[in-house]
Each structure stands twice: as structure tokens, then as C-alpha cells.
């Protein structure tokens, strides 16, 4: 498992695999942080309809570009399918929130698959304040 640091977001960019279609006041803060510290953000949620006054993109050919990393927000029973596409698509890194958000076997499957993981809150490294506290106590 990889320490999450700045260089996880080597590229400046992230993709955000199951961006939420409704008001998530986290990933509002989520975004700001990412936007604040310079790193593009790629929503992605294939099941985006509608305007929701952001580009989301719905399938990794609609995407200007992969980044090489992804964020992802998805229900843990919903990871699995979205390893080898990952892959195959060229991302290298793949950030889970938390433990209690990703199944072990889905971390194994990403490294088997030759994905670098970090598990961790994006805020315990772009934000300050509480985040930053949180970021020591976990260690990361």
C-alpha cells in the first residue's frame, strides 16, 4: 500500500470514478481542496443524465484525456467491475476514501492488476484545520 502524498497526483489530475448525481456536500469540499491545490478533476459517472451543471463524463472514450489517477466514489459492492477498465484504460493509481469504503479483495485485485492503491481521505493531505489533525492520527 502506497503512503498518499502530493506525488500520488503526479499529473495534476484526477478522475473521479462514481461521482455523485445528487448534492454531496463532501464532495463539495472534496472538489474545492483538489481545485485549490491546482489538480484537474474528471467526474466520471457512466450514469449521468441531464444537466447538473458540470461536465460528467459518462465512458473513458468521452474523456479528453485519462488521468492516471482515480479517485474513486463508488459503492464498495460496485468497485470490482471498474479494475480492469481502469487498467486498460491507463490509469496507474487508484485512491479509496477509507477501509470501510473498499473491500481487501478488491485492493488485491487492483494490485494484481498492477494499479499502485493508497487508502485515505483526499482532505488529510489538500486540506487544513481538522483534516490535517486527521492526517496524524491516521498516519498517513
Same mark, same amino acid.
Given at each position: ?93 487508484? &485512491? ?28 488529510? &493531505? ?15
Amino acid at each position: 500500500m502506497t503512503k498518499l502524498t502530493k506525488d500520488f497526483f503526479s499529473d495534476n489530475e484526477v478522475l473521479i470514478l462514481g461521482y455523485p448525481l445528487k448534492d454531496d456536500p463532501s464532495m463539495k469540499m472534496i472538489m474545492t481542496a483538489f481545485r485549490q491545490n491546482d489538480i484537474n478533476v474528471y467526474p466520471f459517472n457512466p450514469k449521468a443524465s441531464g444537466d447538473l451543471g458540470l461536465k460528467i463524463y459518462k465512458s473513458f472514450s468521452e474523456l479528453p484525456k485519462v488521468p492516471k489517477c482515480a479517485y474513486i466514489y463508488l459503492e464498495k459492492n460496485e468497485i470490482t467491475p471498474w479494475i480492469p477498465k481502469m487498467k486498460e484504460n491507463g490509469v496507474e493509481r487508484v &485512491l479509496f476514501h477509507s477501509k470501510k469504503d473498499v473491500e481487501p479483495a478488491d485492493v488485491d485485485e487492483c494490485k494484481k492488476a498492477g494499479l499502485e492503491t493508497a487508502i485515505a481521505c483526499p482532505m488529510m &493531505l489538500l486540506s487544513n484545520g481538522i483534516h490535517k489533525f486527521h492526517k496524524f492520527l491516521a498516519g498517513v
